[in-house]
């Protein structure tokens, strides 16, 4: 019993013992490792060293061979080259931009690549290819400086230097004998210098029709492949055989003159030439409302083709009249007839303010017939909504003749440039024409007491007046004025004074002259159009732009 007791006491105590000793090792580990870390950080902030030193910087030109060559493939193509510019603000841009050009990108290229894909595999007995992440990380790429050529051709060509060292996050997966491998791009270097060449340009936004891409040298492609966690450049003679198989493919496919052409607009539809002449006589309008307060209104009709960036032509007003007649006709270049359309537009006409619109319509230009005359009868529209409730109001008929006549291939002009002059309306004196005359705007009008200007038209001693415009230094009228005449006037002038009326009641300055000028009309007869800035007499900087016309009917 004695022995086995004692057996049992040792057993006991060699227990505690060990209890003791682990709980003495953990406390004074915990101990050690508390003062080291407290003495490691008070080294590191109280205690600098000595033998650190600023580094130097020297100029390019005393560097030694050997650095310079270490150097010169990192220096930006800006400073190699002085005809290189810097392209900071696009870094920038692309930078900020990046995690949104990356989603677009990734999305752009499955698209592309996901038919493709799905149309080769079958000759390599593979069931599919999947990509299970697809992003191009958090770098992007950056633009070292950029070269733009200036051509006498309708091009803009452009050369920058690009270079991206990316963290892409590829996991492409490939089915094929019951297996399913996954391969990972990792550590992703593009260096490359492409040209790009815009062409044509085009005055339709956003004003070239294509983007012609080339390489000018092979490009550098550096990256790593892994397979089930394994690096597979690591393998020898892989390596080399990959980039260089790489540089070939790309370099038979877009190396200089070889091009990648990305299609942006229809150059037939952006660079649009004329193609015929549309002929239109505004005949008469009939029971048109009444929109004056003394039960009448003062009409006259718009004129303008759509996808036409020319202004809109305009009949002569006809005063206080609900069954006016006109029998105006005008011209219009016509560059595509499938697509193009007339508007016409009745408004009445007011003295002051806006000018109320009384009804309209649209008439497509690939209803006409080529070379037949078609008198047409509208309907006044409010809108061209065909559900709009308020089209069913009746709001009057206007009659037209219209007539398209196509270009010859000899006839067509050079260029899109309208510029014809329409015909004298029927009645106008054989040997005479029609003399037409619009008051556009003024500049730099100043008046001693007020500016509220307008403009008194006289020749031949007939006086007439546009609208006032109240408190306006640069007014605009667009008003037009047409004379009858029954020989050219040769040798007469037109005169023409700006006016400012008080718009008070009172006897004091009623009115002033802020300019005038006199208009010899040879020159309007000679070039048949002239539309011109006048400056004014007896003004400090006025001027005023007046276009005239001499129109006849041959």
């Known amino acids: 019993m004695r022995i086995v007791f004692g057996r049992i006491v040792r057993r006991t105590s060699g227990v505690r013992m060990g209890i003791v000793s682990a ?49 010169l493939p990192e220096i930006p193509m800006w400073v190699k080259n002085p005809d290189h510019d810097r392209l900071d603000w696009l870094n920038k841009f692309i930078e900020l931009m990046w995690p949104y050009l990356d989603k677009a990108i990734c999305k ?11 149309e080769q595999i079958p000759k390599y007995k593979i069931d599919a290819v ?30 920058p230097c690009l270079k991206w060292a990316g963290n892409p996050n590829v996991h492409v997966a490939v089915k094929a004998f019951g297996m399913r491998p996954t391969v990972q791009v990792i550590d992703l270097q593009v260096f490359a210098s492409p040209r790009i060449t815009l062409k044509p340009l085009v005055p339709s936004f956003p004003c070239f029709c294509q983007i012609h891409v080339s390489l000018m040298d092979k490009p550098h492609v550096d990256f790593g492949l892994k397979l089930l966690g394994a690096d597979l450049m690591s393998i020898p003679g892989l390596y080399r055989f990959v980039q260089e198989t790489i540089k070939d493919q790309v370099a038979n496919m877009y190396l200089w003159p070889k091009t990648l052409v990305v299609p942006i607009l229809d150059p037939s539809k952006a660079m649009k030439r004329p193609v015929g002449m549309l002929h239109v006589k505004v005949i008469r309008a009939m029971k048109l409302k009444k929109k004056d307060l003394l039960g009448a209104s003062d009409p006259y009709v718009k004129l303008k083709l759509t996808e036409d960036k020319l202004p809109s032509k305009k009949t002569a007003i006809k005063y206080k009249n609900l069954n006016p007649e006109w029998n105006q006709e005008f011209s219009f270049v016509v560059k595509d007839p499938e697509s193009q359309a007339l508007e016409v537009i009745v408004y009445d006409w007011e003295q002051v303010g806006k000018h109320d619109k009384m009804g309209m319509n649209v008439v497509p230009l690939k209803e006409i017939t080529a070379e037949e005359p078609r008198v047409m009868t509208l309907e006044l529209l409010k809108n061209m909504d065909p559900n709009d409730p308020q089209n069913e109001k009746s709001r009057g008929q206007i009659m037209i003749e219209l007539e398209y006549k196509p270009f010859k291939d000899d006839h067509a002009p050079a260029d899109g440039v309208e510029n014809v002059i329409e015909k004298a309306p029927e009645g106008t004196p054989e040997g005479g024409g029609l003399l037409v005359v619009i008051i556009h ?24 007046k546009t609208k006032m415009v109240k408190k306006n230094r640069d007014p605009r009228w667009d008003e037009e004025f047409s004379y009858t005449l029954e020989e050219p006037p040769t040798n007469e002038r037109m005169h023409f004074e700006v006016v400012s009326t008080s718009s008070r009641l009172g006897l004091l300055h009623p009115k002033e002259t802020l300019g005038y000028v006199d208009i010899q009309l040879a020159d309007v007869v000679s070039n048949k159009r002239i539309n011109e800035k006048y400056n004014l ?10 276009e005239m016309q001499w129109r006849t009917s041959s």
Do not use: C, W
Not at 130 to 154: C, H, I, N, R
Not at 537 to 546: P, T, W, Y
């Open 537 to 546: 007499i007896d003004s400090r900087n006025g001027k005023l732009q007046v």
């Open 441 to 464: 705007q003024a500049e730099d009008l100043e008046g001693k007491h007020h500016t509220n200007p307008s403009v008194r038209v006289i020749f031949r001693g007939d006086e007439k």
């Open 108 to 118: 752009t290229v499955k698209t592309i690549a996901e038919p493709i894909i799905r």
């Open 23 to 71: 709980i003495a090792g953990t406390f004074g580990f915990g101990i050690g490792v508390s003062i080291g870390l407290v003495m490691g950080y008070y080294f590191f902030i109280y205690f600098q060293p000595t033998h650190v030193e600023d580094p130097k910087v020297r100029p390019l030109i005393e560097r030694d061979t050997k650095s310079l060559q270490e150097m």
């Open 130 to 159: 999947e990509f299970d992440a697809l992003s191009l990380g958090s770098l992007p790429p950056t633009f070292q400086g950029m070269k733009v050529y200036a051509t006498d051709d309708k091009e803009l060509i452009m050369e």
